[in-house]
């Protein structure tokens, strides 16, 4: 079974351009997560899709942000205009509803973004 | 969510038993807790789960007591390759909720 995989793997841009990661979830998973660890801190949610909805954006950190689901399978997550504190790596993690236990997200590898 | 505690860093030799040792006071009744391990350059990766007693896989093996206020994570005979930052999460079951990754345990295997 695959597993989540990430586009691309990393990314150099120049502040004020546009990036869109991409993010295709292990088959079958409804649950969609993007986190973000920037240089030395920890890693943060930023949000969460259940299949094309979102469930929970509380993590974005403004409106520069700009995430899809279309379809309820990969999604996207774009970042326009991009600034120098948006560099770091972004996670993608999925999971399947569950009725019992807690939730068990497998995730990518992560994209690093630099921005110059 | 309850809040985690866990060593900042940890060092051993290869061939030994690792235990990683997280702090969980204020664990609700239906939260699970759940290990992860990270490499440099890739995700989190999900090791274990457990709600109470003890659990074991392949990998590694989860002792919670009976007050749940703690959890150990036991890594048997650690290699070089098991070196990476540990996770220590807890969260309610039925459905999804958002981990909160503290700064986790960094573990350092020699030689």
């Known amino acids: 079974e695959a597993g989540v995989t990430q586009f691309p793997s990393h990314s150099v841009i120049e502040k004020g351009q546009t990036v869109t990661l991409r993010c295709d979830p292990i088959s079958g998973h409804d649950n969609l997560y993007w986190y973000r660890r920037v240089m030395g801190k920890e890693i943060k949610f930023l949000l969460h899709?259940?299949?094309?909805?979102?469930?929970?954006e509380s993590g974005m950190p403004n409106n520069r942000f700009l995430a899809e689901r279309t379809g309820g399978t990969y999604s996207t997550l774009k970042v326009q205009p991009a600034e120098l504190e948006d560099s770091g790596v972004y996670f993608c993690?999925?999971?399947?509803?569950?009725?019992?236990?807690?939730?068990?997200?497998?995730f990518g590898p992560g994209t690093r973004l630099t921005v110059l | 969510l309850a809040k985690t505690t866990q060593p900042i860093s940890m060092d051993s030799y290869e061939g030994q038993e690792v235990n990683i040792t997280c702090s969980h006071n204020?664990?609700?009744?239906?939260?699970?807790i759940t290990w992860y391990q990270q490499f440099p350059s890739q995700g989190p990766r999900f090791i274990i789960q457990g709600y109470k007693t003890k659990v074991t896989n392949e990998v590694a093996s989860l002792f919670i007591p009976a007050d749940r206020k703690s959890s150990t994570l036991s890594l048997p005979r650690v290699s070089l390759s098991d070196t990476a930052v540990y996770y220590c999460?807890?969260?309610?079951?039925?459905?999804?909720?958002?981990?909160?990754f503290g700064r986790g345990t960094s573990l350092i295997v020699h030689p």
């Open positions: 899709f259940v299949k094309e909805s979102k469930q929970d």
């Open positions: 204020n664990i609700a009744t239906n939260d699970y």
């Open positions: 993690a999925s999971s399947q509803m569950t009725s019992g236990g807690a939730d068990t997200q497998y």
């Open positions: 999460l807890v969260g309610p079951s039925g459905g999804s909720y958002i981990p909160t």
